[in-house]
Structures are given as C-alpha cells and as structure tokens.
Antibody
Framework: QVQLVESGGGVVQPGRSLRLSCAAS????????MHWVRQAPGKGLEWVAV????????YYPDSVRGRFTISRDNSKNTLYLQMNSLRAEDTAVYYC????????????????WGQGALVTVSS | DIQMTQSPSSLSASVGDRVTITCQAS??????LNWYQQKPGKAPNLLIY???NLETGVPSRFSGSGSGTDFTFTISSLQPEDIATYYC???????????FGPGTTVDIK
C-alpha cells in the first residue's frame, strides 16, 4: 500500500537550517508530482512546495520562496525539503503529499499524505 | 492570488442530520476544488476531487457540488466518526498555487 514517511523534524533556532525527508513506498514514485504542506499549531493547512515528476519544475508560495528548496531523488524514492533561514512562523507539522497521477505536470489533488513531521523554531 | 472562504467556521449537529458546508473562491476556478477531512492529530484525507467526484473508498454519504466560485460539501447523514475539520482546496496555475480554505469544524450536538 502507499506509504509516505516523513523524518528530520525537531527543534531549531531562528535563522538556522533543517532538512526534512519523505520516504515513499508502495507506488511508482517517479510517475507522481509531490508536495509539502504544513500546518501551524491549531491552524489550517498551507501549501509549501511542489516538484514535478522528474524534479525539473519546482514552485513555492511567497511565504517560503527563496528560503525553502524542494528536491527529490527518484533512485531512492525520497522527497526532501531544505529549509533555510527559519523563522518562528515556520513552526508547524510538515506533511509530504502525493499529487494525483496525471499526464499534466500538476493535477492539484493531494491523494495520499504522510503522518507529518513537527518542526519547532525557537531560541 | 485566489482567496478561499468557508462557512460556517464551525457547526454542531446531531447524528443523522444533513450537514452542508460552503466554500467560495474569489474568482472563477472552474471545478478545480477538492475537499479533505482532518481528524485531530491525523493527516488530512481526500474525500472529494474536482468538485463532485468521490474518492475511492470514501462513504457515499459524502458529496460535493458546484463550479465557478461557489461550492458545497454535504454529509447526508452525520455519523459520530465524521467529527473532524473539513477543508476545501483549489488549484490555480496562473500563478501556480494551491490554496486551502480556513476549515470548518464539525462536532456532534
């Protein structure tokens, strides 16, 4: 069955960096675009990044553009999120999510989610 | 960027009641609207995609409708296991962005 398992969360000081990983299994990873979505404590969902199947196209919202980088290693079935210059407002549970399979680059439907990794930015 | 609103922000209903949540987009999004359920401490779960398509394995008491700017999500007969927060989500490609609504929390009266 489809599984997405995030790792790499933890407590980090403001201004520092952290890298999250998402190990995928149970499906042909290279045929799916992948996303990161976050949820601050007690708040709603915020999309953070998307990467195309081959990793050549990446998009971000204004809130993280220039600080966060999404990447993937299709040989290892793993998705990454490199987070630099972290701020207190980046504190959240970070989910990786699979995009619907499609012939277009991004379908925009998150059909499977990981269990989430908590990132706390605090001094 | 397209803004999404949901109403109500919370509701309380009895088991067996029909529950309706609305989601409004600030501009026409065609049918690029999805609905998710999130139970406390858990990841979101896709229920409805492209406004009205039921995801595989999701109970038929859940349904969605609408197009353009106005969308509706319905639980035809509320069950105790439906206690959760429900989010709408849209996809826009100019610019490429995926936006969630603020959520609607549903509990049992």
């Amino acid at each position: 069955q489809v599984q997405l398992v995030e790792s790499g969360g933890g407590v980090v000081q403001p201004g520092r960096s952290l890298r999250l990983s998402c190990a995928a299994s149970g499906f042909n990873f290279i045929t799916y675009a992948m996303h990161w979505v976050r949820q601050a404590p007690g708040k709603g969902l915020e999309w953070v990044a998307v990467i195309s199947k081959d990793g050549s196209n990446k998009y971000y919202p204004d809130s993280v553009r220039g600080r966060f980088t999404i990447s993937r290693d299709n040989s290892k079935n793993t998705l990454y999120l490199q987070m630099n210059s972290l701020r207190a407002e980046d504190t959240a549970v970070y989910y990786c999510a699979r995009d619907f399979q499609s012939n277009i680059m991004f379908r925009g439907v998150f059909d499977y989610w990981g269990q989430g990794a908590l990132v706390t930015v605090s001094s | 960027d397209i803004q999404m609103t949901q109403s109500p922000s919370s509701l309380s209903a009895s088991v067996g009641d029909r529950v309706t949540i609305t989601c409004q987009a600030s501009q026409d999004i065609s049918n690029y609207l999805n609905w998710y359920q999130q139970k406390p401490g858990k990841a979101p779960n896709l229920l409805i995609y492209d406004a009205s398509n039921l995801e595989t394995g999701v109970p038929s008491r859940f349904s969605g409708s609408g197009s353009g700017t106005d969308f509706t999500f319905t639980i035809s007969s509320l069950q105790p296991e439906d206690i959760a927060t429900y989010y709408c989500q849209q996809y826009d490609n100019l610019p490429l962005i995926f936006t969630f609504g603020p959520g609607t929390t549903v509990d049992i009266k």
